[in-house]
């Protein structure tokens, strides 16, 4: 199964001088967790999460419409897949980088999708189901992703006082 097959393309993004008021704002709009941040020719520079939203305003102790998108992500790598990967491929970079979604580019390097966590439950079961012949991901597969990016890890405070 390929990435394109479960990728969702309708995408709202964002530039990174977006306060994280109105990215709060469009995830409301948009039902969903994340937003990639991207350049003028819709090159992805990053993401930014609900999580990223509530740590960003506690830490800063400032109001979201103080914070922009930049102040908060500029520090993390961004991790990318592309529509004709394997699924698998994509599985196996959210596990090895604890990330729940990828921003998926086309062959500029452009945003054409994201695939996420639940995009790929929603695809997992028998490998094929027989009666439709819809392709399905591994539960295995997708089991091993949940318990590797669910389970809990060392705090940052702990990591930064070894």
Known sequence: MKVNEVMVTEVAS???HTSLQDIAMMM?????????????QEHPLGIITDRDIAMGAALQSKPLWDIHAEDI???????????EEDIAKALQLMEAHEV??????????????????????SFTGA????????KKISSKE???????ISAHHPSHK????V
């Open 14 to 16: 964002c530039s990174p």
């Open 28 to 40: 409301w709009n948009n039902d969903c967790g994340a937003i990639p941040l991207v350049d003028e």
């Open 73 to 83: 992500s500029s520090h993390r790598e961004l991790y990318c897949c592309e529509p």
């Open 100 to 121: 729940r979604r990828l921003p998926v580019v086309n062959q500029y390097n452009q945003l054409c999708g994201m695939v996420s966590m639940g995009d790929i439950v």
């Open 127 to 134: 490998e094929t189901v027989a009666k439709t012949g819809d």
């Open 142 to 148: 997708t089991m091993e992703l949940l318990r590797h």
């Open 158 to 161: 702990a990591a930064a006082a």
